[in-house]
């Protein structure tokens, strides 16, 4: 049974960082497509970033420049580096994994869902 336990949320101060972790079990990191989604109170949960088995990523534009996705093997983790985090940037983030090799910023594309970690940015 695939498992993908996410961490590293927390509250932050405006222009602070963190990092997100999403530990799998039972899927390998390098199997297929993973990503990170987040959504916002009252909004639907859009995609933040993804990174193929090849290591080649993609991000949002409202990211681009200030989130990193990575993956280690060895740890079987994902990440997502935030950096100068906006209050835009609040909500609960998702780890979320895919059954192909290539990536998509839909939703639909992902089968395995983690249960998600809270950001909180203020000022």
């Known amino acids: 049974q695939v498992r993908l336990v996410e961490s590293g949320g927390g509250s932050v101060q405006t222009g602070g960082s963190l990092r997100l972790s999403c530990a799998a079990s039972?899927?390998?990191?390098?199997?297929?497509?993973m990503a990170w989604f987040r959504q916002s109170p009252g909004k639907e949960r859009t995609w933040v970033a993804h990174i193929t088995t090849a290591g080649k990523s993609a991000s949002a534009d409202s990211v681009k420049g200030r989130f990193t996705i990575s993956k280690d093997s060895a740890e079987n983790t994902l990440y997502l580096e935030m950096n100068n985090l906006k209050l835009e940037d609040t909500g609960m983030y998702y780890c979320?994994?895919?059954?192909?090799?290539?990536?998509?910023?839909?939703?639909?594309?992902?089968?395995?869902w983690g249960q998600g970690t809270q950001v909180a940015v203020s000022s």
């Open positions: 039972s899927y390998s990191v390098d199997t297929a497509c």
């Open positions: 979320a994994a895919a059954k192909q090799t290539w990536c998509s910023s839909t939703r639909s594309f992902y089968t395995y």
